[in-house]
């Protein structure tokens, strides 16, 4: 099988590969770029492996006009900058000894050894030059039948790296078929580790939630997750129940929303590292979503995105849905209340002249924001 694209053909990758076999030594595209590129996805990274040792290819690069970057040198990654365009260059490697987190690595002379100890059969897939592929552990089929399968033995490989166990779900809602379900090995792996969930730091486990609730449709993994034991681990207390009404309630063009799915699913967002504003945003829109303010108060009181995803959620909750449910949220949006403080002083002030103005505000919310200055002062 062949890649077709044009990243492939760029002439700064075609030298990188050059600079490597020209030299005698092996030259592989590697992992997602391959991935992607057999399923005419947009490539993002461009990874190389090769034999070469890294002292060599910085001598080769160096040799060749190319800026280095040593990114990961003592564990064999250099990163080349040509045309603009980094391109990762990494040494055969084998793992020598795992904590469940980081593996100590030698290097490797082939490119079997190396695809051993990669995560997922589809991401052990390889190409050259010319995009012609490689395929030492059958990632082909897997990658064709949209499977999501450990390299060997599953148990052994999400024991090397728990953070393999969100990745496999997060693969899966990117690039599994839902219709198919989830290889069977995998799930039995995963839910005889989860606990090693617990030994991985909150950024990592909220950089893994933040991608997989951005997925087009996440809700059969988070219920996967759900039933292995995995989702207590990462976001306890969580239902997935609504996630998948929701996702079909969503608009057309509407973009996933990983922060709304989240308000969605509910739990304890703690071990998801969540900055201030992103907590921030959570907690209003858990409280929009549980309170009693209709679509165009809502939009009103905390911005139409907010109206829009609290709506969307307590409709994934079994909430009917006006029609014109969207548009009451435009005229919210667009409403400004014609009072002001000054408007009721000096004849009130302090407390009372706050009350006054929010018992106001209230009267000409409840008008569908018709009531004038004129009328909410008489």
Not at 326 to 341: K, M, N, V, W, Y
Request: aromatic share 6%; with cysteine.
């Amino acid at each position: 099988m062949r890649i077709e694209g044009d990243w492939i053909k760029a002439p700064a990758t075609q030298a990188v590969l050059a600079m490597l076999t020209g030299a005698g030594h092996q030259g592989w595209l590697v992992g997602g770029c391959v991935r992607d590129g057999l399923l005419g996805r947009a490539v993002a990274d461009i990874d190389i492996t090769t034999d070469a040792r890294p002292a060599r290819v910085v001598e080769l690069a160096e040799a060749a006009g190319f800026r280095v970057v040593p990114t990961g040198i003592d564990h064999g990654t250099v990163t080349l900058i040509v045309g603009g365009t980094p391109h990762e260059v990494t040494t055969f490697r084998r793992d020598v000894e795992t904590d469940g987190r980081r593996a100590t690595v030698a290097f490797a002379d082939g490119l079997e050894e190396d695809a051993a100890r990669r995560d997922f059969t589809m991401n052990a897939l390889y190409a050259d030059a010319n995009g012609e592929v490689t395929d030492p552990v059958g990632g082909l089929a897997d990658l064709e039948a949209r499977r999501i399968r450990f390299v060997g033995d599953a148990e052994t490989r999400v024991r090397e790296d728990y953070l393999r166990i969100l990745r496999f779900f997060r693969f899966h809602a990117s690039y599994g078929d839902p219709d198919a379900g989830m290889d069977a090995e995998a799930l039995a792996a995963i839910a005889a580790n989860s606990d090693g969930l617990d030994r991985l730091s909150k950024e990592r486990i909220g950089h893994e939630m933040r991608r997989l609730l951005a997925a087009p449709d996440p809700a059969p993994a988070l219920a996967a997750m759900q039933a292995t034991g995995v989702l207590a681990h990462v976001l306890p207390g969580a239902d997935p129940r609504a996630l998948a009404p929701l996702v079909h309630l969503e608009p057309e063009g509407l973009a996933p929303g990983w922060l709304r799915r989240l308000a969605a699913l509910g739990g304890d967002a703690e071990w998801l590292r969540l900055s201030k504003a992103e907590a921030r945003e959570l907690e209003l829109l858990r409280a929009a979503i549980e309170g009693g303010a209709g679509p165009a108060e809502l939009a009103y009181r905390h911005r139409e995105v907010i109206a829009r995803d609290a709506m969307l959620i307590r409709a994934a909750s079994g909430l009917v849905l006006s029609p014109d449910w969207q548009d009451e949220i435009a005229t919210g949006a667009a409403a400004r209340f014609p009072l002001s403080a000054a408007d009721l002083m000096p004849g009130l002030q302090g407390a009372a002249l706050g009350q006054r103005l929010a018992e106001l505000e209230a009267r000409w919310i409840a008008s569908g924001f018709t009531l004038s200055r004129e009328q909410l002062l008489a």
